[in-house]
């Protein structure tokens, strides 16, 4: 059964749930902040299925079309370029399967602010996809639903971090030539019972309820990404992704899911069709880079580069030795922080709320640090006749 998967190797990708006929499976087994799958031993019927459909169990053959190819990307459409997290590269390519008539399953958040994937061939749910979630997503049984309607001849497009799209290919069992699957750079993610309990730490300082997030708000420019939370009466916080304490759990590897240290799926091996990233190093790569966002588009397969093709996108041939670079998991699972341990100890003793203001949090100290650094940028970027930096 699953349960011969060790936290510390469970992807929560949820393909053991999807594949249980007898839906014996669920996430309830609680440790440290995260949800892992518990069967229910009185209505398991012992088929094996869920070992099967596992990506830590199962086979993880996939097959091996001679790429990738390496893109620098943006969307010709402006104003979605700049409500996307980078390049608009995810917007693109999920418009034209939509139309191509084709159902798109990426991750929304729910009225609640839960991340849970939905399968939709709605043009207002691909809004509802764009842009980044650091949360742990919940796939429900959108796997079943992407089966479904591949067995009826349609096409699906499936956006997910590299161990759900994984999933997914052990759950079907078999390639199919109408499934495209969009695998996104991952550092590692976080639990959604971290995320809300940052979202009640910030209510109860605003005296509102939460009403939009945004973790890569661009209103200053890409490099300069902010998290944006609006609340109700006409409330905002914003402040930069390197001065948040949620993001500051997650860039600093505090608060990641145990196995995304040793993930099984970085260097290539989740079986995708295309990796979807930001290009970071584009302030010193591309001439064309205005602020704006660019996306890094690694294109693993032929079906891969025939949506590419036919996307409204601009596409810049690049080099993958650049592309990892600057993205580093692509390759190599992120190190633990060294505060990860005394992080949970205080959260085991007095909530995730005290730890998250203990050690994540922006002291005084580290703000006038950050200000300087960036007074100092802005000096050095004048004296050469730059103007502002752009990070």
Same mark, same amino acid.
């Given at each position: 059964?699953?349960?011969?998967?060790?936290?510390?190797?469970?992807?929560?990708?949820?393909?053991?749930?999807?594949?249980?006929?007898?839906?014996?499976?669920?996430?309830?087994?609680?440790?440290?902040?995260?949800?892992?799958?518990? #069967?229910?031993?009185? @209505?398991?019927?012992?088929?094996?299925?869920? %070992?099967?459909?596992?990506?830590?169990?199962?086979?993880?053959?996939?097959?091996?079309?001679?790429?990738?190819?390496?893109?620098?990307?943006?969307?010709?459409?402006?104003?979605?370029?700049?409500?996307?997290?980078?390049?608009?590269?995810?917007?693109?390519?999920?418009?034209?399967?939509?139309?191509?008539?084709?159902?798109?399953?990426?991750? #929304?958040?729910?009225?609640? /602010?839960?991340?849970?994937?939905?399968?939709?061939?709605?043009?207002?749910?691909?809004?509802?996809?764009?842009?980044?979630?650091?949360?742990?997503?919940?796939?429900?049984?959108?796997?079943?639903?992407?089966?479904?309607?591949? %067995?009826?001849?349609?096409?699906?497009?499936?956006?997910?971090?590299?161990?759900? #799209? +994984?999933?997914?290919?052990? /759950?079907?069992?078999?390639?199919?030539?109408?499934?495209?699957?969009?695998?996104?750079?991952?550092?590692?993610?976080?639990?959604?019972?971290?995320?809300?309990?940052?979202?009640?730490?910030?209510?109860?300082?605003?005296?509102?309820?939460?009403?939009? @997030?945004?973790?890569?708000?661009?209103?200053?420019?890409?490099?300069?990404?902010?998290?944006?939370? %609006?609340?109700?009466?006409?409330? &905002?916080?914003?402040?930069? @992704?390197?001065?948040?304490?949620?993001?500051?759990?997650?860039?600093?590897?505090?608060?990641?899911?145990?196995?995304?240290?040793?993930?099984? /799926?970085?260097?290539? &091996?989740?079986?995708?069709?295309?990796?979807?990233?930001?290009?970071?190093?584009?302030?010193?790569?591309?001439?064309?880079?205005?602020?704006?966002?660019?996306?890094?588009?690694? #294109?693993?397969?032929?079906?891969?580069?025939? @949506?590419?093709?036919?996307?409204?996108?601009?596409?810049?041939? +690049?080099?993958?030795? &650049?592309?990892?670079?600057?993205?580093?998991?692509?390759?190599?699972?992120?190190?633990?922080?060294?505060?990860?341990?005394? /992080?949970?100890?205080?959260?085991?003793?007095?909530?995730?709320?005290? +730890?998250?203001?203990?050690?994540?949090?922006?002291?005084?100290?580290?703000?006038?640090?950050?200000?300087?650094?960036?007074?100092?940028?802005?000096?050095?970027?004048?004296?050469?006749?730059?103007?502002?930096?752009?990070?």
């Amino acid at each position: 059964m699953i349960d011969k998967v060790s936290v510390q190797e469970c992807t929560l990708c949820g393909a053991c749930v999807n594949a249980c006929p007898a839906d014996a499976i669920s996430f309830s087994k609680p440790y440290l902040d995260f949800y892992y799958p518990q #069967v229910k031993e009185d @209505i398991c019927i012992h088929c094996n299925q869920c %070992e099967q459909a596992c990506p830590i169990l199962g086979n993880k053959g996939k097959p091996d079309e001679g790429y990738p190819v390496a893109f620098a990307a943006k969307s010709e459409n402006d104003s979605m370029r700049m409500r996307s997290s980078s390049g608009g590269a995810f917007y693109e390519l999920a418009s034209q399967m939509h139309r191509d008539g084709g159902y798109v399953c990426g991750a #929304v958040f729910d009225d609640e /602010f839960h991340v849970k994937h939905i399968l939709s061939n709605a043009k207002e749910d691909i809004l509802r996809m764009m842009g980044s979630k650091y949360a742990q997503s919940d796939v429900g049984y959108c796997y079943r639903e992407i089966k479904d309607v591949l %067995e009826k001849g349609c096409k699906v497009l499936f956006s997910g971090c590299p161990c759900q #799209v +994984a999933g997914l290919r052990t /759950f079907l069992g078999k390639e199919y030539p109408n499934l495209l699957l969009v695998e996104l750079i991952c550092h590692g993610i976080p639990s959604d019972q971290m995320l809300q309990t940052y979202i009640g730490m910030q209510e109860r300082k605003y005296g509102a309820r939460l009403t939009r @997030i945004e973790f890569r708000n661009k209103a200053k420019g890409w490099h300069n990404s902010s998290v944006r939370m %609006e609340f109700g009466h006409h409330r &905002t916080y914003s402040k930069p @992704i390197t001065a948040d304490a949620y993001m500051n759990g997650f860039l600093g590897s505090v608060t990641l899911k145990p196995t995304c240290y040793q993930c099984h /799926f970085r260097n290539f &091996t989740a079986g995708s069709d295309i990796i979807l990233g930001d290009f970071w190093g584009a302030e010193v790569e591309l001439p064309e880079d205005d602020n704006k966002g660019i996306s890094a588009i690694l #294109v693993n397969s032929g079906k891969g580069m025939d @949506i590419i093709d036919h996307c409204n996108l601009a596409l810049t041939p +690049a080099n993958v030795e &650049t592309v990892i670079k600057y993205n580093k998991n692509l390759l190599c699972s992120a190190a633990v922080s060294p505060q990860r341990s005394s /992080f949970y100890a205080r959260a085991d003793m007095n909530g995730l709320e005290e +730890a998250i203001r203990r050690y994540l949090e922006e002291s005084t100290i580290q703000k006038l640090k950050r200000q300087s650094r960036y007074a100092l940028r802005c000096i050095w970027h004048t004296i050469r006749g730059k103007g502002k930096p752009l990070y």
